[in-house]
């Protein structure tokens, strides 16, 4: 079992930065392969960002590359998003995914936090 717990949104303006945190509570400390979702009511979740279990490896969705960087504190347990020149497109909840599984991409997420609401006025 794997908990996940966000923090860090609020509400930002356009070209504003945000660093959204994610805790991790599980047997392998943080060593899952991790990722980070955003959801608007009633549409798809869509991938912003991805961790390999060991932090190898990263992976962005193309409307956040160069802007958004993940990364994680081993000795805090912690998945990081650093989110800079926020758009008013990037306004969604934002959830924290975790997997068992030693490869990318996963066939899922089983693992996943409540969210945390980012939202970007012009």
């Known amino acids: 079992q794997v908990q996940l717990v966000e923090s860090g949104g609020g509400t930002v303006q356009a070209g504003g930065s945000l660093r959204l945190s994610c805790a991790v509570s599980g047997r392998r400390g943080s060593s899952y392969g ?11 979740r869509r991938f912003v960002s991805a961790i390999t279990w060991n932090g ?7 409307s956040v590359k160069g802007l958004f960087t993940i990364s994680r504190d081993t000795a805090k347990n912690t998945l990081f998003l650093q989110m800079n020149d926020l758009k008013p497109e ?5 959830y924290c995914a975790a997997t068992e599984s030693y490869y990318y991409p996963p066939n899922d997420y ?12 012009s």
């Open 56 to 62: 190898d490896n990263t992976y962005y969705g193309d």
């Open 110 to 121: 089983v693992y996943w936090g409540q969210g945390t609401q980012v939202t970007v006025s």
């Open 90 to 94: 990037d306004t969604a909840r934002y």
């Open 34 to 44: 991790m990722a980070w979702f955003a959801r608007l009511p009633g549409q798809p």
